[in-house]
Every structure is written in structure tokens, then in C-alpha cells.
């Protein structure tokens, strides 16, 4: 209830802060909010394992990726890295999986093409929707390479 005695309706954000930490400052009288800072701590998940990439032809054409997504429970994306050298610095293109997916085809590949490809788990923590609050990302070490030849 505001002072005026009309009631106030008060919205909770979900928000994952990973480990979250508060300083608190007890000073005596000095018990509001405006006295406590917010801190998150992300935590790097899993890195994904065992890719493999595979051409793919027929009505959808292109190359199809599998892994082993060992962080399906502490992240909250998956990036996809190709390039077309094994190194990835030439022609670098991310994609971005859904959570908990173990599988990506890849169809926009150029014929003939030798494509390169990693994923990354990421884990972003805190609110952007929170005034104040801060955002932390870690990402895993990245998957092994797997690689293949685009279809024509």
C-alpha cells in the first residue's frame, strides 16, 4: 500500500545470477536496498565433445553437426563457430543452438566449399531487465574441429 493507501502491485523478476553474492553494509538505521550491491559470478560450463560433421544432400542440403552437449544444465546457449580454415580466422561465421541441442545442420554452405566448425557452451548470468543489477558471461573451451566438404 503508497502512502495515499492505494495498493501497489509489485512485479518479481526471474533472474539467474549464477552464485550470487551481496555485499551488505549494517550500519545501524541504514537497512534499505540502496545499501546493498548486487555481484554474479558465471561459472564456464562444460565444453561440448565429440563433434562430428557430416555433408548432408538431398531436399535440404548441407552439413549436419552432432556433439555431446556435456553442459546442458549450467548454460544458457550454444555457439556455433565454422570457418573455412582450421584456424578461425578466415571467413568466421557463429551461429547460435538452442540450450540443450545436440545436433545443427548447417545450410547455408557453398557448394564444394571445405568448412571447419567448433561449438561453445556459454553461461550468462544477472538481469538486463533489473535496473542495477549486472550481467556476467564464461564460455567452455571450445569443442574439437570437425570439418567436411560441402555437397554440390
Not at 560450463?45 to 560433421?53: K, N
Not at 570457418?83 to 541441442?101: D, I, K, P, Q, R
Not at 567448433?118 to 548470468?125: D, F, G, M, Q
Amino acid at each position: 500500500v503508497n502512502p495515499l493507501g492505494n495498493p501497489v502491485a509489485v512485479t518479481n523478476q526471474m533472474t539467474n545470477f549464477g552464485w550470487e553474492y551481496v555485499d551488505h553494509c549494517h550500519i545501524l538505521g541504514h537497512e534499505e536496498n540502496d545499501m546493498m550491491r548486487p555481484m554474479c559470478l558465471a561459472m564456464p560450463p562444460a565444453a561440448p565433445t565429440s563433434l562430428t560433421a557430416t555433408r548432408v544432400t538431398g531436399s535440404v542440403r548441407g552439413i549436419r553437426l552432432n556433439w555431446v552437449n556435456n553442459s546442458s544444465t549450467n548454460s544458457t546457449s550454444l555457439i556455433i563457430q565454422r570457418a573455412t580454415n582450421s584456424g578461425f580466422t578466415t571467413n568466421l561465421v557463429t551461429f547460435n543452438a538452442a540450450t540443450n541441442a545436440v545436433t545443427y545442420t548447417d545450410s547455408s554452405v557453398v557448394a564444394g566449399t571445405t568448412y571447419y566448425y567448433r561449438v561453445i557452451a556459454s553461461n550468462t548470468v544477472g538481469s538486463t531487465v533489473v535496473p542495477g543489477y549486472p550481467t556476467m558471461t564464461a564460455n567452455s573451451n571450445p569443442s574439437n574441429t570437425a570439418s567436411a566438404v560441402a555437397p554440390p
